[in-house]
């Protein structure tokens, strides 16, 4: 059923929301887990998947894009519950995966003709099958898949193509050409597929117009006319003019938020700056004090060296001080025992004279007078 104008717009928004998440919170997108693994899907197309897998009782499963592994454990667990049906599930990546007797992971490009040819060989003649398109998002690639897989279907089979919200239908407006466009171009050359907008009954998406069904009309030869697309009921009530006013609104209010995240981060940008500049200053400080301790550490041990010459001199000067002060002590001494040795000099002298004389009184020669002076210098005595 068309949406009505506000309804499609309140649609959008909440689908842009959904996708990027609140300005202050995780993106739900990137948080979204089965059993602990990362699935990325929106829940509400989880459950379209579980409903049609219960209608439609396919042999094989087919998705592109395995990533983590969650949606690919997500369908196995559900073939278990139904009691059939297998998982191929194709990346280029190998990454570590949970593992289930239902999965089977191929390693290649969903598009290598190797890959395409080994999910065929999965499939069980007869049984239907349901192929989930979620690997590179471009629109070549996604044509090539839409190509592939599409030959592989019965009349009633499933194509599911992901994310055929991007490029601005209505997320990520500057994707440029992806699901969306390749299911338009697919659309035109294939008839005998039609999109299943029931699929689309709880509003939110990833997959507007990417639900596919292949019915029972032989397809298009390449180039042979133009097939009217299914309309879209999102944008059924909705004028071009509408839609152009809406989309450029969106963008205002798309720059508002930017801005009002802007004006909630400067202050707290311009405060990390202060602090950034006191931390400069603080560390151009420290690394002042750090210099001026090395020149004060500098100009210590100068003085250190200066006090330890200092002191040499100092001992230098006592020692010389001693030896003067022997020296004087033994000039002391000698000018004592000059002094002793000139007195007793005088003393002999006198006694010399005084021994001549009685030599003359007793009238003594000169032999016996130098025999009496010898011997008052041996004994000290006249
Ligand atoms: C959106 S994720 C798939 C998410 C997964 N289907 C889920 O629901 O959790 C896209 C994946 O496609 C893979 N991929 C990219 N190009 C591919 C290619 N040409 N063939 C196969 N897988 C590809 C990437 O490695 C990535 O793991």
Redesign the pocket.
Known sequence: MPLSAPEAWTLRRFSELYYTGPAAGARPFED?HWMG?????CPLDLWVYQELLFRLRPGLIV??????????L?LAHLCDLLGRGRVA?????A?PRPQHPRIRYLK?????PG?VGAVAAMKEPGAGMLV?L????RCE?VLA?LEHYGALLQAGDYLIV??TNLNGHPVAPSHGPGPHEAVEAFLLRHPEFVRDRGCEKFLLTFNPGGFLQRRDVEPRPAGSGQTAVPEDPYRADEPDVLRSVAVTLERARLAETLLEQLARVTPAFQEAMQQLDAAQQASSQFKEAVASLDRARQREERLGAQLQEISAAFEEALRQLAVWKAVAEDLQNTNARQSEASEREAALAARVVALEQALGRAGIGVTERDSAQQAVSTTGKP
């Not at 998705?63 to 690919?72: I, L, M, P």
Request: hydrophobic share 25%.
């Open positions: 979204t693994v990362p699935a990325l899907k998705e592109t894009g395995t990533r983590h592994g969650g949606t690919a997500y599930s194709v990346d280029i990546e990454l290649g490009s969903s598009t290598d890959i989930i979620d690997s590179d998002h690639h898949e992901e994310d």
